[in-house]
């Protein structure tokens, strides 16, 4: 990242905090707005590649296959970046049901693709699958938020072109 992409970055995030101590409720609005705009300059500025952030109620899943969208889940946020060889999609979600039920579910749902590999811990369960043709891949992160006792469900879907 150049210094003046950092720079940037620095004097908008520093924006949000303003706007989040002055205004509760518009600050919100105009910080989330203000801290997306130099999260996509920087990012562009960097690397060439075009980001995109969605956050709160309006969080655009139509980038995800049908069959990755876990029941009931509330989605919490969507981080997308593009360049020339594909694109990633990483998405937040929050559900009420148990960390193995959301598990079995993704093993279900993802059983015509190839399980690179699943990683088990006492906090989360990590699955990476890749699909047939090489084309797609999903890492699915399952894990139990301590404070609120809700089960966390984080989806890095990338697509090659």
């Known amino acids: 990242m150049?210094?003046?992409?950092?720079?940037?970055?620095?004097?908008?995030?520093?924006?949000?905090?303003?706007?989040n101590v002055n205004c509760m409720r518009c600050g919100r609005s105009i910080s989330e707005k203000l801290a997306e705009k130099a999260v996509q300059g920087a990012v562009k500025a960097a690397t060439g590649n075009n980001v995109d952030i969605g956050a709160g109620g309006n969080v655009d899943l139509s980038?995800?296959?049908?069959?990755?969208?876990?029941?009931?889940?509330?989605a919490k946020a969507r981080w997308s970046m593009s360049g020339e060889g594909g694109s990633g999609t990483m998405y937040s979600f929050e559900t009420a049901d148990a960390v193995a039920n959301v598990v079995?579910?993704?093993?279900?749902?993802?059983?015509?693709?190839?399980?690179?590999?699943?990683?088990?811990?006492?906090?989360?369960?990590?699955?990476v699958y890749g699909s047939a043709d090489e084309k797609e891949s999903v890492t699915v992160t399952v894990g139990k938020d301590k404070d609120s006792g809700k089960t966390t469900l984080g989806l890095l879907y990338t697509k090659k072109e």
């Open 2 to 19: 150049s210094r003046v992409s950092l720079i940037a970055l620095c004097l908008a995030l520093s924006l949000v905090v303003v706007a």
């Open 63 to 74: 980038g995800l296959p049908a069959n990755m969208h876990y029941p009931g889940a509330v």
């Open 104 to 127: 079995n579910f993704y093993k279900t749902a993802l059983a015509g693709w190839k399980n690179a590999t699943t990683a088990e811990t006492g906090d989360a369960t990590i699955m």
